[in-house]
């Protein structure tokens, strides 16, 4: 998911990102000369290592009487011909790299090719790299970079905040009863009267029962407001995943409905105590019991198909009546809340797990001293774990990253890892109403963390994404992880071929719910996704330019802001709209309308979306006018001097005379009509030779094209076989001659025809940008077009983003759309001086309704083209001249 909006941001960073950093911006393996004999440092601005000990390290190493060495999971060509003191021909030799064409060509063991240009980014796995260092008579171990830790490891100065998610089908009342809980206001100002975001706050409750539990402040509780609508299922899976108990609310008005199934669904996944809780029972009319039956009774066939684990239907028995908005048993519900922790006896209850691949390899090998970089004080552990639920951009306050505290205590000035970001702690934002700075964030509370660093030099600058683990670590063991895992992100673009990389830190958990996981395996199987590249992101781009509307002229060439600005209703009034659907249905014309003719297949860029209003030149030749007296006056200068042979001719007889020649011709000519027809005839037939010629060389062309990169693909094969390689079994031989052939078919041309939606897109929450992109997938599905982000990302609209929406303007009409974000200044003046339409929107489905009424218009125009296509044909029949 974090992979998806990089590949948007990737293109527009490269546009505006400078040259290159200036200075020694530079750490890790570059930092060091040319090779262990020569160890030397380089004078750096960015030193997040202790260079002093690693030169100590390298320089014992050496001398070690160990032959021990320790390797991570996938080591640089660079690191290994240091710690070998070998140069790197021999070393990229031994490693079994091949070198053609400038680039390197290397594979690991799960089938994947990989090439890149540079040696030092040369990245192999530790299986590779230790038979190497087996030829070397060294005795190479694995350790993980990753921080390993225990849940006891961490120290508990003070009791944790208990995380509470508040969940359950829309408009069901969980705004409304955080608000009673809370005292705060927030249900009314939400736009549409929805949720649409994970909002999270600590506040003191009282709930009259007796102070002193054992394990958890029991004066606070951290609650997670979710959304119910269906399209947020990621996010009420992510508040899920760091809740210690889940409050489900079921309106007795409605019962349980399909997101209420879903989030117990989601809740039994992550194993969450549940807590039912009947809303809105003040409404007249409502039957408690009948509800309360009802919804043990669906707790009990979840359990009975086998979608949960744990049979709720005891707890939904016990489900308690409330009103949010009265206040009427919230209490008890908290009550009943604090009951079910005290019944947890660990603590804290849940925990994120370490994903280290050898936890407590580091500790075992603490004496050796010959080992890698990256693996800087490997044994020690993170002092504070967190979960990330949301990432912003703001802004003044720049990128904030939404942690959940689980485990220890950030600080400001701590330096973290978050995903493959590293970063310093610049201030902590208490995360409730009044967003103020706090100086320290124990475990169970909610902070916005600002400090990421950027990192000068860096091919992949770290990012980070919900879902991910956020780990404070001492300062060089932060950057080394950050590093490493930045490492692996550009292996991934590296990728070639085979399966794609999976690391272990991007564990979206929460994406999965019982239900979708199936439609992921199913949506997997039918599309399996291709490692994304750049190159990939480029043929999307380009397909653009390639892609016309099936007779050769762009899509989007002549559209105007005025086609779609004149009715794009806000949130409700389409369906009024489609009621009176013949009111703004175009009128489709007959044939003899001009309007309706299909474009030219060359010459003027006439376009389908908007045909000019010139009508059609008539077949017969009007006779010339000769020019007058005065005319023929004038000086030659006045006309350039450049005057047709006919003219020319004309001047040169007598005026009088080709006055008649003219009219004899026009008008003794009996048959000059059958003559005009045949002349058109030969002129149709003259350009239908020429486009056939050229139709004939572009074969030529593609098919020689083809067989380049047949011989190329080939002889790159040939280069990747030569390496050493145990002898392949049967059955890696059929996978691989699978996968040859996979190589070889050529990626699907997206059809011919179909319609572009570039869309420039700027949002302030990753998740909601994430929701955003499913919808717009879900779009181009629908509508069958190609609706492509061709720009966007977090933060307010910038200038950048209106150039980008004017370059999209040569393929069609392109509006910036704003999600909850502001225009800056100068942007919106540039704007409006470019004519780019900056649109705002607060509610995601006014966002939506714009789009899908935009397809809408392209699908009816593609209609009405496709028929005056296929009216056109057999009056072009008919129209044959007689030859
Ligand atoms: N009568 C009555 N109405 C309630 C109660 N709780 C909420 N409502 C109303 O129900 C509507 C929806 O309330 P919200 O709190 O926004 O519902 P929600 O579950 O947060 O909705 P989403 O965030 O969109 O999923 C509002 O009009 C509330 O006034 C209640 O206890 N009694
Ligand atoms: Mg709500």
New binding site residues.
């Given amino acids: 998911r974090n992979r998806r909006l990089r590949r948007i941001m990737l293109p527009c960073a490269r546009a505006v990102r400078p040259a290159a950093a200036a200075g020694w911006a530079c750490a890790g393996p570059w930092a060091f000369g040319r090779g262990a004999g020569q160890i030397r440092c380089r004078r750096i601005k960015h030193n997040f290592l202790k260079r002093k000990l690693i030169v100590k390290m390298y320089n014992q190493g050496a001398r070690s009487k160990f032959r021990d060495v320790l390797l991570p999971p996938l080591v640089s060509a660079q690191e290994l011909r240091i710690l070998l003191r070998i140069d790197y021909k021999q070393c990229l030799q031994a490693l079994g790299i091949r070198f053609f064409e400038g680039k390197h060509y290397w594979r690991d063991n799960d089938g994947r090719q990989f090439e890149c240009v540079a040696r030092p980014r040369v990245l192999v796995p530790f299986e590779t790299a230790a038979k190497v260092c087996s030829m070397f008579a060294l005795e190479p171990r694995l350790v993980d970079v990753e921080p390993h830790w225990q849940k006891s490891d961490f120290l508990i100065a003070t009791p944790p905040v208990p995380v509470v998610a508040v969940l359950?089908?829309?408009?069901?009342?969980?705004?409304?009863?955080l608000?009673t809980v809370s005292g705060s206001h927030s249900?009314p100002g939400?736009p549409g009267?929805?949720?649409q975001n994970l909002r999270c706050f600590t506040t003191r409750v009282d709930t009259g029962a007796e102070r002193g539990s054992a394990f958890f402040d029991r004066n606070r509780i951290t609650f997670v407001?979710?959304?119910?609508?269906e399209v947020f299922e990621i996010m009420r899976g992510r508040a899920a995943e760091v809740a210690d108990v889940a409050v489900i609310?079921v309106s007795v008005e409605k019962g349980a409905e399909i997101q209420t199934e879903e989030v117990i669904q989601q809740a039994d996944r992550f194993g969450v105590p549940l807590v039912f809780a009947l809303?809105?029972?003040?409404?007249p009319h409502t039957h408690i019991d009948l509800a309360r039956a009802e919804l043990r009774r669906q707790c009990q066939s979840l359990f009975d198909k086998g979608l949960v684990s744990r049979d709720f239907s005891t707890a939904a028995e016990a489900a308690l009546p409330?009103?949010?908005?009265?206040g009427t048993g919230v209490r008890e519900v908290l009550r009943q809340v604090h009951e079910v922790l005290d019944e947890q006896k660990q603590v804290p209850i849940r925990f994120p797990e370490s994903y280290c691949l050898t936890p407590g390899a580091a500790n075992t090998y603490e004496h050796i001293w010959r080992r890698t970089v990256y693996l800087v004080d490997c044994h020690l552990q993170p002092p504070c774990v967190g979960v990330v639920l949301d990432v912003q951009q703001h802004t003044i306050r720049g990128k904030l990253i939404t942690v959940v505290v689980k485990a220890g205590v950030v600080n400001v000035g701590d330096y973290f890892v978050c995903g493959s970001a590293f970063g310093r702690v610049s201030h902590l934002f208490s995360s409730g109403e009044s967003l103020s700075t706090v100086t320290t964030v124990t475990s169970g509370l909610v902070a916005q963390v600002s400090g990421i660093r950027k990192m000068p030099r860096s091919k992949a600058p770290g990012d980070c994404a919900p879902g991910d683990t956020f780990m404070v670590l001492q300062r060089e063991r932060a950057y080394r992880v950050s590093e490493y895992r930045r490492r692996m992100e550009m292996l991934s673009e590296q990728q070639a071929s085979g399966p794609p990389m999976q690391f272990a830190w991007e564990h979206d958990a929460a994406i999965v719910s019982a239900r979708s996981q199936a439609q992921e395996i199913d949506r997997a199987t039918r599309n399996p996704e291709a490692p994304m590249s750049l190159s990939d992101w480029q043929r999307r781009r380009e397909a653009i330019e390639e892609l016309g509307d099936g007779y050769g002229a762009p899509v989007f060439s002549k559209g105007s802001v005025h086609d779609f600005e004149e009715e794009i209703p806000t949130h409700g009034e389409l369906a009024e709209r489609e009621a009176k659907e013949d009111d703004y249905e175009p009128i489709l014309p007959g044939w003899d309308h001009h309007e309706e003719r299909p474009p030219r297949r060359s010459g003027s860029k006439l376009s389908g979306m908007q045909v000019e209003d010139k009508p059609e030149p008539h077949l017969f030749v009007e006779p010339l006018e000769t020019a007058s007296d005065e005319e023929e006056e004038q000086p030659q200068r006045a006309t350039g001097g450049r005057r047709s042979a006919r003219r020319k001719r004309q001047q040169s007889e007598d005026p009088l005379e080709a006055e008649k020649k003219e009219w004899i011709y026009y008008t003794e000519r009996k048959n000059w009509r059958e003559d005009a027809q045949i002349d058109s005839g030969r002129t149709r037939l003259r350009v239908d030779e020429k486009l056939q010629a050229q139709a004939k060389a572009e074969e030529e062309a593609e098919q020689k094209l083809e067989e380049e990169r047949q011989i190329v693909n080939e002889l790159r094969e040939k280069i990747l076989q030569l390496s050493p390689r145990p002898p392949e079994t049967e059955e890696q031989k059929r996978e691989r001659e699978r996968q040859k052939i996979a190589e070889r078919t050529p990626a699907p041309l997206p059809p011919v025809g179909k319609p572009v939606i570039p869309i420039v897109l700027k949002a302030r929450y990753i998740g909601v940008f994430d929701m955003l992109m499913d919808e717009l997938e879900r779009l181009s599905e629908e509508y069958d077009m190609r609706i492509l982000v061709v720009h966007g990302g977090l933060g307010d609209v910038f200038l950048r983003d209106v150039v980008h929406a004017e370059v999209e303007k040569k393929y069609g009409w392109c509006p910036v759309y704003a999600f909850q974000v502001k225009c800056d200044k100068h942007a919106q003046e540039e704007a409006s001086r470019l004519g780019i339409d900056v649109q705002y929107y607060e509610l995601f489905t006014d966002f939506v309704d714009a789009v899908e009424y935009r397809c809408q218009i392209v699908a009816r125009k593609r209609a009405r083209r496709e028929e005056a296509v296929s009216r056109r044909k057999p009056l072009m029949q008919q129209m044959k001249p007689p030859i």
Avoid: Y
């Fill in positions: 359950g089908h829309i408009n069901h009342g969980k705004t409304t009863f608000d249900a939400e009267g929805i949720t407001d979710t959304p119910g609508h609310l809303n809105k029972v003040d409404l409330m009103s949010g908005l009265k």
